[in-house]
T-cell receptor
Framework: EAEVAQSPRYKITEKSQAVAFWCDPISGHATLYWYRQILGQGPELLVQFQDESVVDDSQLPKDRFSAERLKGVDSTLKIQPAELGDSAMYLC???????????????FGPGTRLLVL | AQSVTQLDSQVPVFEEAPVELRCNYSSSVSVYLFWYVQYPNQGLQLLLKYLSGSTLVKGINGFEAEFNKSQTSFHLRKPSVHISDTAEYFCAVTNFGNEKLTFGTGTRLTIIP
């Protein structure tokens, strides 16, 4: 069964350093999402891509976070510089992204757990 | 704007007993509702979803949920739980034409042997 791949699974960094997370969605999925899940809370959407275009990045802290999906396949989320409050699980998800089809299932990867010291 | 409230942060249940995890939503338009499960140190897996039609939705692992529009609820139930059901459960909502999922804060289900 196809899965969403993420790496690394765990990352420890010091504040003010740069970190990057990688996501490879299920083949053929046009829509890709990055979520942040703080311990004890539900996931919160950071950015949504449709193919290579950003659809929604309203909750992305753009002064330090950036995301790209250059060829409309895999994606990278970067934080520079990292702050203590960025410690969280970063989840990537993908869906088929058929235009006008609401309620599509989002398939989640295993996540990257980030600890900022 | 849409929101989800999961009233119970933790639910302990004896093995083989029934369980209900509560979810209430708020939205000004028609909604689609989801339940996801998250096992320790893993991503989220879809249990079931309601889009339209029958208000009773059956999902994987013996779970089911009932959509109640008048009470704006989408409670998750299982008649007999197993140790393997120990996990965090998230209710989520989205609207027609908007794929953005809004999640609740989650309910941690603990099964007592």
């Amino acid at each position: 069964e196809a899965e969403v791949a993420q790496s690394p699974r765990y990352k420890i960094t010091e504040k003010s350093q740069a970190v990057a997370f990688w996501c490879d969605p299920i083949s053929g999925h046009a829509t890709l999402y990055w979520y942040r899940q703080i311990l004890g809370q539900g996931p919160e959407l950071l950015v949504q891509f449709q193919d290579e275009s950003v659809v929604d990045d309203s909750q992305l802290p753009k002064d330090r976070f950036s995301a790209e999906r250059l060829k409309g396949v895999d994606s990278t989320l970067k934080i520079q510089p990292a702050e203590l409050g960025d410690s969280a699980m970063y989840l990537c998800a993908s869906s088929l992204g058929v235009s006008g089809r609401a309620g599509e299932t989002q398939y989640f990867g295993p996540g990257t757990r980030l600890l900022v010291l | 704007a849409q929101s989800v409230t999961q009233l119970d942060s933790q639910v302990p249940v004896f093995e083989e007993a029934p369980v209900e995890l509560r979810c209430n939503y708020s939205s000004s338009v028609s909604v689609y509702l989801f339940w996801y499960v998250q096992y320790p140190n893993q991503g989220l897996q879809l249990l079931l979803k309601y889009l339209s039609g029958s208000t009773l939705v059956k999902g994987i692992n013996g779970f089911e949920a009932e959509f109640n529009k008048s009470q704006t609820s989408f409670h998750l139930r299982k008649p007999s739980v197993h140790i393997s059901d120990t996990a965090e459960y998230f209710c989520a909502v989205t609207n027609f034409g908007n794929e953005k999922l809004t999640f609740g804060t989650g309910t941690r289900l603990t099964i007592i042997p």
